[in-house]
Each structure stands twice: as structure tokens, then as C-alpha cells.
């Protein structure tokens, strides 16, 4: 399985969901933007120009290139994040048209949204441009700052304590409706 993490507006969540993923999955990580995933996933992650691999996630930094567009036309499935906000909106669009025709196996993970509405107006929007695109949130929440620090994922540090379980315990489960549909094609 290769999974595919792009969008070219910056602080949307691709290197948290991709380290999360990749880990969770026991999958390679491979990005092209300088971050900490060599540190936080010693041996499992590389920064660098991005080799085509079997079972790797790949954490695409706001940029699209020809290297990027063969690996994402190989994918499985690309993520798309797209925080709440306009600006990044417009960028998910943009990215959105680019890769779409490439690989049409796009899914919109809205992220950061602070209530129900967030989802519902960022998803009405994006499909006002594109039909057939697969979409899942995840609230905002202070586990993905956490899994940069700490080298853990998401369901790492839901399970760590029985307060862990309690703060974290919608995006833990907005994150398994993610994972599973990876799992499911194992």
C-alpha cells in the first residue's frame, strides 16, 4: 500500500497524520520537507527525494513536482488535509486540481475544526469544486502537537492513561475511521 500526505498550504497536519499513519501501520515514512520524522521514527523515516516503496506513507511538502506527481499517481490513496480556514481552503483546491488528475483516490481530511459546522461548511465547499471525494475531520486537538514531541501516534498517546483516553477520545475516533480504511485492505 502506498499512501500519499499533500497539501501545498502549510500547517493543515500532513507530518503529524503521515508519521501517525505510517507508524500506526508499520509502514516506511518518507518526506521531501525538512521535519523531525528521522528523529521521532529512527530507521523507518527518510527526508530526501522520494523513492517509490511499497507500504510507505509519503509527507509531501507544499509543493508539487514531477517526482511527486509519479509517486502520488502510484498511490493508493492520497490525503488531502485541509485546516479551517480560507486561505487554506483555497490551497486545498489548488492541490486538489493538480493531483486529481493523476489519482482520483483523494481524501479530504478536514482538520482543526472546533465544532460540526467547521466540517460541514469546509466539506460543502471543497465539493462545490470536485465530485466523488472521500471526506473525514479531525478536531482540533493538542495529540498532534503531542505526537511530534513525543515520538508517539495518535493511538499511543490515547491509550498512555485513563485522562489520555477521556481529552482525547473524539479525535481518537475520527483518526481509527482513517486507519481503517487502510486496514481493511490489508
Excluded: H
Excluded at 528521522?38 to 514531477?66: M, N
Excluded at 486545498?92 to 489519482?103: G, L
Aim: proline residues 3%.
Amino acid at each position: 500500500m502506498i499512501i500519499s500526505v499533500i497539501n501545498k498550504k502549510g500547517g493543515v497536519g500532513k507530518t503529524p497524520i503521515s508519521f501517525s499513519l505510517a507508524k500506526d501501520l508499520g509502514y516506511e515514512l518518507q518526506s521531501n520537507d525538512n521535519s523531525v520524522i528521522e528523529t521521532i521514527y529512527p530507521d523507518k523515516a527518510r527526508i530526501g527525494r522520494p523513492i517509490l516503496q511499497d507500504d510507505c506513507v509519503y509527507d509531501f511538502g507544499g509543493f508539487v513536482d514531477s517526482g511527486v506527481l509519479d509517486i502520488i499517481k502510484a498511490s493508493n490513496a492520497v490525503i488531502v488535509p485541509c485546516s479551517v480556514d480560507y486561505n487554506a481552503l483555497m490551497r486545498t483546491v489548488e492541490t486538489i486540481e493538480e493531483i486529481i488528475v493523476v489519482n482520483s483516490n483523494i481524501i479530504v481530511v478536514i482538520t482543526k475544526t472546533e465544532k460540526e459546522s467547521d466540517f460541514e461548511t469546509f466539506r460543502d465547499e471543497i465539493s462545490s469544486f470536485f465530485e466523488d471525494l472521500y471526506f473525514l475531520e479531525l478536531r482540533n486537538s493538542k495529540i498532534f502537537k503531542n505526537s511530534m514531541e513525543t515520538g508517539k501516534t495518535v493511538t499511543q498517546l490515547y491509550f498512555e492513561t485513563p485522562l489520555s483516553k477521556s481529552a482525547y477520545r473524539t479525535v481518537y475516533q475520527q483518526y481509527q475511521s482513517l486507519i481503517e480504511l487502510f486496514n481493511s485492505d490489508k
